[in-house]
């Protein structure tokens, strides 16, 4: 296993060439855009740790919930969670119109830059659509609203292969004015984004990660070994962090972390301290958490209905999902109760996570 520093590094700066690719289609299609001059400077964020893919809070009529999207923003950041990931797939991207996925993400940079105490947590704008200059256009606006890097689905429904899922990360790294994370997910998007495909991609001055949510042990450990040290491997499911930090990866996009963010990051944390021990213990805790939350509906059906029973927002999701069938709802509950998540009654939370969501609740914007 490759040794790890107990510590982040700091943010790289790198100057590198770019090649800008573009087709007559995508010109037509697209507003104006600046081209990248050939050398650039390009910051990297450094990804480490537990970065929570946020769920976004409807009220009951379907409607945003501004309130409860700060509340929940407020809470991670108490909590220590090292990253914040709005307008993902746990945020129900699909169904969010452009301004609610722009106020979404402006809304968590805010956050984010309300405590000056702290270090300000990295914001990772989901961005990524099955439309190339879509993409790159949705990408410009999260870099203009003060996103840090920007998540990127490889693209769903059209079945692009290798060689056009390099030309659209491409597109988009070098247009979309920030550092992208390659977003893998072969079971929403019918491709695979290949072990060679992706390491010829870190090259690129702004892939600076991928969420890896293949499940493929081979390919992650291969992309783990042979990636740029400074280019991060991210799992994307809670139940493959400890796994993936094993074979040398840095962390998670969590969708466990809504409801668990202190623990998710200490999990991440024991793990690149080679604390195995630790991480294993927390690890083991919370399986049933991690399982529980993709069984009974698609994500985010079982974390939004986790999160309604522990009182931090309502479980209203938009069609065509639906809420958490009963049956479902039941074994959730008992779980979320083992793990001290809710009181035995149901529907109060019982642990730290109470007074952290209470004290985010009531906390004024300085």
Same mark, same amino acid.
């Given at each position: ?43 990297? /964020?450094?990804?480490? $740790? ?17 309130? #409860? ?10 909590? $220590? ?29 805010? !956050? #984010? ?114 990636? /740029? ?21 840095? *962390? ?44 009974? *509906? ?6 939004? !209905? =986790? &999160? =309604?029973?522990?009182?931090? &927002? ?13 049956? =479902?709802?039941?074994?959730?509950? =008992?779980?979320?109760?083992? $793990?001290?998540?809710?009181?035995? *009654? ?6 730290? !996570? $109470? ?12």
């Amino acid at each position: 296993m490759t040794d790890r520093p107990a510590t982040d590094p700091p943010p790289v700066t790198t100057t590198a060439t770019t090649t800008v690719t573009t087709t007559p289609a995508t010109t037509e299609r697209r507003t104006p855009m600046t081209r990248l001059e050939r050398t650039t400077g390009t910051t990297r /964020p450094a990804l480490r $740790g537990a970065f929570t893919a946020l769920v976004t809070p409807f009220t009951p009529d379907g409607a945003l919930d501004e309130a #409860a999207f700060r509340r929940l923003v407020r809470w991670q950041i108490l909590a $220590g969670i090292d990253g914040l990931v709005p307008c993902g797939t746990t945020g129900e991207s699909p169904t969010l119109s452009t301004e609610e996925r722009e106020r979404l993400i402006a809304l968590a940079v805010e !956050a #984010a830059a309300e405590r000056p105490s702290r270090s300000r947590v990295t914001v990772i704008a989901g961005t990524g659509t099955n439309d190339t200059a879509a993409t790159i256009r949705a990408t410009r606006r999260a870099a203009a609203l003060g996103a840090d890097a920007a998540l990127v689905v490889a693209p769903y429904y059209n079945r692009p292969d290798q060689r056009m899922l390099e030309a659209h990360f491409r597109a988009v790294a070098d247009e979309g004015d920030l550092p992208i994370v390659v977003y893998n997910v072969p079971s929403r998007t019918a491709s695979n984004v290949e072990a060679d495909t992706f390491l010829r991609l870190a090259e690129h001055p702004r892939v600076i990660g991928v969420k890896e949510a293949s499940g493929n042990l081979d390919q992650i450990a291969r992309i783990c070994r042979d990636r /740029p040290r400074d280019v991060a491997v991210l799992a994307g499911d809670d139940a493959w962090t400890l796994a993936v930090m094993v074979m040398g990866g840095d *962390g998670v996009i969590s969708v466990a972390s809504n409801e668990i963010p202190g623990e998710m990051t200490a999990l991440c944390a024991a793990a690149r301290a080679g604390d195995w021990e630790q991480a294993r213990r927390i690890h083991e805790r919370w399986l049933p958490l991690f399982r529980a939350n993709f069984a009974g *509906g698609p994500n985010p059906v079982p974390v939004k !209905a =986790a &999160m =309604a029973l522990m009182g931090l &927002m309502s479980d209203t999701v938009r069609l065509p999902l639906l809420p958490l069938a009963d049956e =479902a709802r039941d074994r959730l509950l =008992a779980i979320l109760r083992d $793990g001290g998540l809710v009181e035995a *009654g149901g529907g109060r939370i019982a642990t730290a !996570a $109470g007074r952290l969501a209470e004290t985010a609740r009531t906390e004024v914007v300085a």
